[in-house]
């Protein structure tokens, strides 16, 4: 018969060890440091960047996690006892390079070291999100993220309506709605977080209430004005993200040149009739809306908003479109749709896709740039009829 301390020690000679220095630098290396502790452990604080993998699923999941079987992989728990039985766990599958951290994050505490101390959801967020905790790519670590992040929307219109209501579910901390028009019978026909009963009211007021009633996490701050360049920066400033549901030129450049100046992704949307496009500017990492359409067209050979008119059911598909690639970049996850065009035809259905280029010569991010600071138009409301595929398009 085998004692306890006999089994460890034989455990521990089986194994390499690391401090926690060690432990440190080689995750700054890029080695993968695992934390096989329990859930309620881990909730109290961890080592950042670890990945949590509790000690009775670390052999069901740890190929999932770490696919090359030669990547160093670092282990803790508690004391450095788990995570000793676990490095020799991984040894037996195969892993080469494999430590456990002695004395734990217990040692890890005393030698200084920083931790990270995972948001705390109550009882009612654990349902509200537990689709969101069961995907991996969210968990409670994106989900955290998403109840701290702050979306501005342009527009409480056809492409702000659906992209609020899904990012208020998807417990987007903060929305922030810009517009200052009041909801229209209209509108209602497209423009879902309004209700008939609010016709005559500021569309944020009518958003702010619909929002509310869908997920209290959600504070939601109201900006009923109307963007002009003396206002834009003020605006965009607390907000991570732009969200651009906005339905006229005008509005798209001075988004696009203040997101820009502010380093803001701007998440772009526009409407037309049967036909939707998507993209996401983003400084340094493509190109802007400047790049794709330098000029507004000359305001005689557009219609208005009012002729063009619009399928009911496209903002849908088009908003929601841009509520996904928010989420996606709030989250850090997936290839965002950055040089990239996304275009919806409902006729066909298809959607294609097209590469945007930075254009040297843009007159914004271009190399030798003349716009200097946001600055206004005077355009109301027109489609581009240089828009790719020479297809037209506006907003909602
Ligand atoms: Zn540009």
């Not at 509790?54 to 090359?68: S, Y």
């Not at 992989?73 to 676990?86: E, K, M, Q």
């Not at 219609?303 to 008119?309: I, K, L, N, Q």
């Amino acid at each position: 018969m085998t004692t306890f301390r006999e089994l460890i020690r034989k455990v521990k000679a089986e194994i390499r060890e690391v401090t926690p220095e060690e432990a440190q630098q080689a995750a700054k290396q890029g080695a993968l440091l695992v934390d096989v502790r329990e859930a309620d452990e881990w909730a109290q604080g961890h080592a950042p960047g670890a990945l949590h993998v509790p000690r009775g699923f670390l052999e069901l999941r740890i190929e999932e996690k770490a696919r090359d079987k030669d990547a160093k992989i670092v282990l803790y728990c508690a004391g450095g006892t788990r995570s000793a039985f676990a490095a020799r766990s991984l040894q037996e599958l195969g892993y080469s390079d494999v430590v456990s951290l002695t004395g734990g994050f217990g040692k890890w505490k005393e030698a200084g070291l920083p931790i990270e101390v995972p948001k705390s959801f109550t009882s009612e967020q654990r349902q509200r999100y537990s689709r969101h905790l069961l995907v991996p790519e969210v968990g409670e670590a994106g989900q955290a993220k998403l109840l701290e992040s702050k979306v501005l929307l342009i527009g409480a219109g056809g492409l702000g309506s659906p992209a609020g209501l899904y990012l208020a579910a998807a417990g987007v901390g903060t929305l922030g709605i810009l517009d200052s028009d009041v909801v229209d019978l209209s509108n209602l026909q497209r423009q879902v977080l309004h209700t008939n009963d609010r016709v005559g009211k500021p569309k944020t007021e009518s958003a702010e209430a619909t929002i509310r009633a869908l997920n209290p996490d959600v504070k939601v701050v109201r900006h009923d004005l109307r963007l002009d360049s003396s206002n834009v920066l003020e605006a965009f400033a607390p907000y991570d993200l732009i969200l651009d549901g906005s339905d006229n030129f005008s509005t798209k450049y001075l988004v696009n040149d203040a997101s820009y100046f502010l380093r803001k992704p701007n998440v772009y949307g526009s409407i037309f009739r049967f036909e939707g496009q998507v993209t996401v500017f983003e400084r340094d990492k493509g190109p802007c809306y400047r790049c794709l359409f330098a000029e507004p067209p000359p305001a005689g050979l557009a219609p208005s908003c009012d002729e063009a008119g619009v399928l009911g059911v496209l903002p849908g598909v088009i908003g929601l479109l841009q509520a996904t690639e928010a989420i996606k970049l709030l989250l850090g996850k997936g290839r965002p749709l950055i040089g990239r065009l996304l275009a919806y035809d409902a006729l066909e259905p298809s959607f294609t896709e097209f590469k945007t280029r930075r254009d040297p010569r843009c007159r914004l991010c271009g190399d030798s740039p003349e716009i200097k600071t946001v600055e206004d138009l005077s355009w109301s409301c027109h489609f581009d009829p240089t828009a790719p595929r020479e297809r037209a398009t506006v907003g909602a």
